[in-house]
């Protein structure tokens, strides 16, 4: 069995059986400049403990998989990211074998959280399938399929292929639910166009959904949709036209792989002044808050049955 490094109050909410919320650090190390991802990495945290819950954001530290990090481990990140690989959850035996320091993506935080047994985590948008015809496609897709966890999001990162990012998920199973909404949102902006299937209003009602797909079908990851806040939405046409840039520029430059995203989130800040930032830092702040009602709803139906 995988030995967990515990934060107290993530060991203390455990014992309780008090809600968690378990957030990735790859968006903090990766996903925004310094220090605007310090900034971030705590206001997350500190919107889970004022809904309510206890934040437990993960890494992996020295070869030890952290649940909850010290809140100056949490400044090296974001400070030092460089020095912090990129891990997805198949790259996390290397590290730990070798005492290595990673961040950890949607997938790989997915997988430490669900073995501690947290079952809702947030963060901005997950990866998919990119755009063109390379076959990149995030391991956060098949990762998901296959943990169970609720994962609030404000859909999949705008700079990738939306349409296939949903029918990919469709057909890897992973079931996708709308908060508050009846379509896919475009991370940076509400809409995109992209009916789902599913939709809810309340975070009870989702914890209903999920206790049935969780205990009774054995189901497994699930993608739960919230749009940024209307007032720190996008112009959809002046993302749009700063993504086309972005994405032909790392095109001509060959840039390919795991560097693809951060590359990408960085040219758009810069091409938007910044815009990009604050939206990517409202939209994450409020997938902690749905996420935390959500464990509050999941913690209140257990301690009913
Ligand atoms: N959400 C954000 N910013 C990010 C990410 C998510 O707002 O940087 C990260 C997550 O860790 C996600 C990763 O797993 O981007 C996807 O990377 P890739 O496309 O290389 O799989
Ligand atoms: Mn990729």
């Keep these: 069995m995988l030995d967990l490094t515990y934060a107290p109050e993530v060991a203390e909410a455990r014992a309780a ?27 997350l945290e500190a919107t889970v ?18 649940i909850g990090l010290d809140p100056a481990i949490l400044e090296r990140l974001a400070k030092d990211g460089r020095a912090f690989a990129k891990a997805g959850a198949t790259d996390l035996a290397v ?28 963060t901005g948008g997950i990866g998919g399938v990119h755009r063109g015809d390379a076959g990149d496609v995030s391991h956060d897709l098949v990762a998901l399929a296959r943990t169970k966890i609720a994962v609030v999001s404000a859909g999949a990162k705008a700079i990738l292929d ?20 009846s379509e896919l949102p475009a991370f940076y902006t509400r809409t995109s166009g992209l ?8 975070a009870l009602e989702l914890a209903a959904i999920l206790s049935r797909h969780w205990d009774d079908l054995d189901g497994g990851g699930v993608l739960v949709c919230n749009p940024i806040p209307e007032d720190a939405a ?10 086309a840039q972005a994405l032909s520029e790392a095109q001509a430059a060959g840039i390919v792989g795991k560097s693809l995203t951060p590359h990408l989130l960085a040219r758009l800040a810069e091409v938007t002044r910044g815009e990009s930032i604050r939206a990517n830092r409202a939209l994450a702040i409020d997938n902690a808050r749905v996420a935390a009602e959500l464990a509050l709803s999941l913690a209140a139906a257990v301690s009913a049955r």
């Design 95 to 122: 590290h730990l074998a070798r005492g290595g320091s990673a961040a950890t993506t949607v997938s790989a935080t997915a997988a430490i959280a669900a073995r501690a047994g947290i079952r809702v985590f947030a």
């Design 49 to 66: 403990r004022r809904a309510g819950a206890v934040p437990a954001t993960i890494a992996v530290v020295d070869g030890k998989p952290c």
């Design 195 to 202: 009916r789902l299937e599913h939709r809810v209003d309340t």
């Design 234 to 243: 996008l112009d959809t046409g002046l993302i749009d036209g700063a993504i």
């Design 17 to 43: 059986g008090a809600p968690i919320v378990a957030l990735e650090s790859t968006l903090v190390a990766h996903g925004l400049p310094w220090p605007d991802n310090l900034a971030v990495g705590r206001e």
């Design 162 to 181: 939306l349409p296939r990012t949903l029918e990919t998920l469709e057909t890897l199973g992973v079931l996708v639910i709308g908060y508050r909404t």
